[in-house]
């Protein structure tokens, strides 16, 4: 089953704009993952944000998170034709092992040059 | 420090066939999950391994299993493989210090095809 949900499913935008996804989640959470997927290949891990934290930055990429909302946002500012790919949100649940994450279906990124 | 590796990277097999997928962790990492994607159903968690033990199992019938080494390697197995099966397989390691977790690192995965 789904906990994360992102939103939109789509986006593109040109380069040097920023790009914000969303993702909402159902349960309680220890902790919530961003990653990037280039077409078809494995996932490569952008960031971690814990439950107690509300935001957090690497580089271009700023995530927050409102767990009383329960959902979280990845922007990703001067967005390049390089970070065309699709984002995906992952959580655990609050006492259950941090081995085990859901993902969203994801947002797919279209960056044109 | 080398990544997440996995073998083999494609795979064709028929119905009823069985497969062993590898996984090899990042050195020191000691928990391996899998992770099965299709374009029907994402990404969906198969298990996660840690300290040779199966931690965790998500909701996949039981001719999907697998098992960890004492070097942490990991293997997966699909037995009387189904059309369905056909998916990209991915396998993600982590640093695990009691309940609390890191980030996963994931292999480029295997792309497993039945016909």
């Known amino acids: 089953s789904q906990q994360g949900e992102e939103d939109p499913q789509a986006l593109s935008i040109q380069e040097g704009e920023n790009a914000t996804m969303n993702c909402s989640y159902k349960t309680s959470i220890n902790n919530l993952q961003w990653y990037r997927q280039n077409s078809g290949r494995g996932l490569v891990h952008l960031i971690l944000i814990r439950s107690n934290e509300r935001e957090k930055h690497s580089g271009r990429l700023r995530v927050t998170l409102d767990t009383s909302k329960k959902s979280s946002s990845l922007l990703i500012t001067a967005s390049r034709a390089a970070d065309t790919a699709s984002y995906f949100c992952?959580?655990?649940?609050?006492?259950?092992?941090?081995?085990?994450?859901?993902f969203g279906k994801g947002t797919k990124l279209s960056v044109k040059p | 420090k080398a990544g997440v590796t996995q073998t083999p990277r494609y795979l064709i097999k028929t119905r009823g066939q069985q497969v062993t997928l590898s996984c090899s962790p990042i050195?020191?990492?000691?928990?391996v999950s899998w992770y099965q994607q299709t374009p029907g159903q994402g990404l969906q968690f198969l298990f996660e391994?840690?300290?040779?033990?199966?931690?965790n199992k998500g909701n996949f019938p039981g001719r999907f299993s697998g098992r960890q080494f004492s070097n942490s390697r990991s293997e997966m197995n699909v037995s009387t493989l189904e059309l369905g099966d056909s998916a990209l397989y991915l396998c993600?390691?982590?640093?695990?210090?009691?309940?609390?977790?890191?980030?996963?690192?994931f292999g480029p995965g295997t792309r497993l095809t039945v016909t």
């Open positions: 050195s020191g990492h000691r928990s």
């Open positions: 391994y840690f300290s040779e033990t199966q931690r």
């Open positions: 992952a959580t655990d649940k609050y006492g259950g092992s941090q081995g085990n994450l859901i």
């Open positions: 993600a390691s982590s640093l695990r210090e009691g309940l609390r977790a890191y980030e996963q690192y």
